[in-house]
Nanobody, 124 residues
Framework: VQLQASGGGLVEAGASLRLSCVGS????????MAWFRQPPGKEREFVAH????????VYTDSVKGRFTISRDVAENTVYLQMNTLEPEDTAVYYC??????????????????WGQGTQVTVSS
């Protein structure tokens, strides 16, 4: 499985961005998919994940109501729509995937495949 993330950029606070993660080698409908982020000087942290059937999404508290994870099976792509961005959202964003069920999906070590990361910078 290979993942290619894109869509990052430099925006002002309050703006929106949509990140994309294109998968190859396996369809996203057979994978748990997630987004993590790594703020400057900090450890990688969980942002959101979506179930194999796309029916369940889980978010970290700080992005609830602002971010939406979704997928397009035809495009084999998972998205992260980010609205009302805040300077605290500044980070490198990574998509992740696993074909297995996870007991602790918020732990980065649990995920098997990673994209290369895309930088999101939010200015105040």
């Amino acid at each position: 499985v290979q993942l290619q993330a894109s869509g990052g950029g430099l925006v002002e606070a309050g703006a929106s961005l949509r990140l994309s993660c294109v998968g190859s080698g396996r369809t996203v409908s057979t994978l748990l998919m997630a987004w993590f982020r790594q703020p400057p000087g900090k450890e990688r942290e969980f942002v959101a994940h979506i179930s194999r059937d796309g029916g369940t999404a889980v978010y970290t508290d700080s992005v609830k109501g602002r971010f939406t994870i979704s997928r397009d099976v035809a495009e084999n792509t998972v998205y992260l729509q980010m609205n009302t961005l805040e300077p605290e959202d500044t980070a490198v964003y990574y998509c992740a995937a696993t074909p297995f069920g996870l007991r602790v999906p918020t732990a980065s070590v649990a995920w098997d495949y990673w994209g290369q990361g895309t930088q999101v910078t939010v200015s105040s």
